[in-house]
């Protein structure tokens, strides 16, 4: 249940104004209460002092009858009760009852404490006359003062002393009722003064929490409050400021994100489309985008399995897709903190035709200029056995050359093929000692010219590994083929092992190795280390792109560590499965 800040307030007023008057009105009855009986007690005392003066000479007198019809007369004069009683308790006379049919009153407490103290009063009832009475008791003596002749006891009904008190009772209660009603009205004031400030505050940052941050705060008062409704106000001020700031932002990002050519979506974690600027509208050319899962979006398998791989990975990827018959690079980030997908799509389908006509024309060119090499290196030959001893030197020359030109077109020709989107693998189950025994076989003279060493190591568990024979063949020789070539003492290693789902071929090499600066350059065209070396040695500097190539379309990855003057290790992994 919730209780108003204004019920609180007056809740607990009221609860202190209604214990502090109860408090108050029980205090002062008692109070008054015992005056009256304090002062009843004085005149009852007095009024027996009084009495005994014309009691004493009747009694000295034995005068009984007397004495009765004195106090009888008395007491209904005076409308207070009288009785005399003698030292043995016996009542000699009293003024409502006739004294012989009155009990003896040696015990009555007010009466032992006459004669004990010198006076007694007490408060009981009375069994005689069935009410409620105070009694005050004093002794007589015979005039030597040294014997008791009777205690006067005089007695009032405490009704009739509640009687007096009953007026002043009710004029002490309309007083503080008239107390406590201005209380309560002034209690009212206060707690209303008090909560409609906190009132306003409440109904202010309702509004500002609708967005009106013009609403403000407007208190008289001069004290706290007051400075907690300017503190209040101003902090709506810099809410308002930043909320301004953070709207231009917001809309300059969105202009931002509306002019950039890349179409961009962004995705949440349920795969739900919460942003798409408009080239991404124009791509897939449909406006309702937002709040639709990304499958209902973009129905490419391709795209979707893409989106799912990033989720299941919480990595970055990028990966090339078509829609509309146009080739996008779709670029997916992951960002962690909201796990939220930001896809970007890049038009790349200029790109890809350009560089499928330079291949097309390297490939056009390989192509033309493989006859008319063959035919100069034909010629060559023949010409060697035809001409002098000088005339050979320059054909041997021109036949350098050829082969080398020959070697380079062929190498084009294998890369522009391998580039080739569509390059198809043909998998097989490969046997990989007898596929590493006959590249091996191919170096076996060069080897034992360059007095080295050629080790195979394949480890025993290797169960399968699916690839294109050919493909990979072309591989080992360039790789071993470098591993020959630049390495004049020492031995080439090779060692095949698998690791989980890939198999691992390792081709280690004791040469002249490759300096740091270049390792991350060497699986670039027709980069070489050193220019003449790699000529004299027929090196295109194509060998290692090829190698790249062939690695990359089967799944797989090289890397390459080596220290001059000590060797090179090329790393292969490929999977077992590339599909
Ligand atoms: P190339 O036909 O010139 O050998 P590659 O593309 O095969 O061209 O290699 C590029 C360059 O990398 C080579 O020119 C050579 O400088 C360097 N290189 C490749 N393999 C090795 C190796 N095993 N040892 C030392 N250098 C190497």
């Not at 929490?209 to 004290?223: E, M, P, R, T, Y």
């Not at 070539?485 to 095949?496: A, F, P």
Request: with cysteine; glycine share 4%; charged share 30%.
């Amino acid at each position: 249940m919730k209780i108003s800040i204004f019920s609180k307030i007056f809740g607990g007023y009221l609860f202190i104004i209604i214990a502090l008057s109860s408090l108050i009105i029980l205090f002062s009855f008692s109070t008054l209460k015992n005056h009256d009986i304090n002062s009843s007690t004085d005149n009852l005392k007095n009024l027996g002092t009084t009495l005994s003066l014309q009691v004493a000479p009747l009694l000295e007198k034995n005068e009984y009858q007397k004495l009765d019809a004195l106090v009888k007369k008395l007491g209904n004069e005076i409308k207070t009760r009288i009785t005399i009683i003698n030292s043995d308790g016996v009542v000699l006379a009293d003024s409502e009852h006739s004294p012989k049919s009155m009990e003896n009153h040696k015990n009555r407490s007010e009466i032992i404490d006459a004669i004990e103290n010198g006076f007694g009063k007490s408060i009981r009832y009375s069994n005689t006359l069935k009410k409620d009475m105070l009694y005050v008791a004093l002794p007589v003596f015979i005039k030597d003062k040294k014997e008791l002749l009777c205690v006067i006891r005089v007695s009032l009904f405490l009704s009739d002393i509640d009687m007096l008190f009953a007026e002043l009772k009710t004029k002490i209660l309309h007083i503080s009722l008239v107390i406590m009603i201005f209380s309560i009205l002034g209690a009212m004031f206060f707690s209303r003064s008090l909560s409609r400030p906190i009132q306003m505050l409440k109904v202010v940052s309702k509004k500002i929490a609708s967005g009106n941050f013009n609403a403000k705060v407007i208190l008289k008062s001069h004290d706290e409050l007051k400075d907690l409704a300017e503190s209040f106000n101003n902090m709506a001020e810099q809410m308002k400021e930043i909320f301004e700031k953070l709207s231009q932002q917001k809309e300059e990002l969105n202009n931002i994100i509306s002019s950039i050519q890349e179409g961009l979506l962004l995705i949440d974690k349920k795969g739900i489309v919460l942003l798409a600027n408009d080239s991404f509208r124009k791509i897939y050319e449909t406006q309702y985008v937002e709040n639709k899962y990304y499958w209902e979006v973009l129905m490419v398998p391709k795209f979707n399995d893409l989106i799912k791989r990033v989720i299941s990975s919480k990595t970055n990827l990028i990966e090339e897709i078509t829609l509309n018959s146009r080739i996008f690079l779709c670029s997916v980030t992951f960002l962690h903190k909201k796990e939220e997908l930001v896809v970007l799509f890049h038009d790349i389908t200029d790109l890809k035709d350009i560089e499928k006509m330079k291949r097309d024309f390297v490939t056009n060119v390989s192509h033309e200029l493989r006859t008319p090499l063959t035919a100069i290196k034909g010629f060559a030959e023949t010409l060697e056995d035809e001409v002098d001893q000088k005339s050979r030197h320059y054909v041997d020359i021109i036949k350098v050359h050829t082969d080398r030109l020959i070697t380079i077109v062929q190498d084009l020709l294998i890369l522009s093929e391998l580039e080739e989107k569509e390059a198809k693998l043909k998998l097989e189950n490969l046997n990989i000692k007898e596929l590493l025994n006959n590249v091996a076989k191919l170096f076996a003279k060069k080897i034992m010219e360059k007095k080295l060493e050629l080790k195979v190591e394949i480890s025993e568990n290797i169960s399968f590994l699916k690839a294109d024979s050919f493909k990979l063949e072309q591989m080992f020789i360039n790789l071993i083929d470098n591993a020959v070539k630049y390495t004049e003492k020492g031995e080439i290693k090779i060692s095949v092992k698998q690791k989980d789902e890939t198999v691992i071929f390792e081709i280690k090499d004791t040469g002249i190795g490759i300096p740091k600066e270049y390792l991350n350059r060497i699986f670039e065209r027709f980069f070489v280390v050193d220019k003449s070396r790699s000529r004299k040695l027929g090196g295109t500097g194509l060998g290692l792109s090829i190698v790249k190539h062939i690695v990359q379309i089967h799944n797989g990855k090289i890397d390459v560590e080596s220290t001059p003057e000590i060797g090179s290790k090329f790393t292969v992994i490929l999977p077992i499965n590339p599909l």
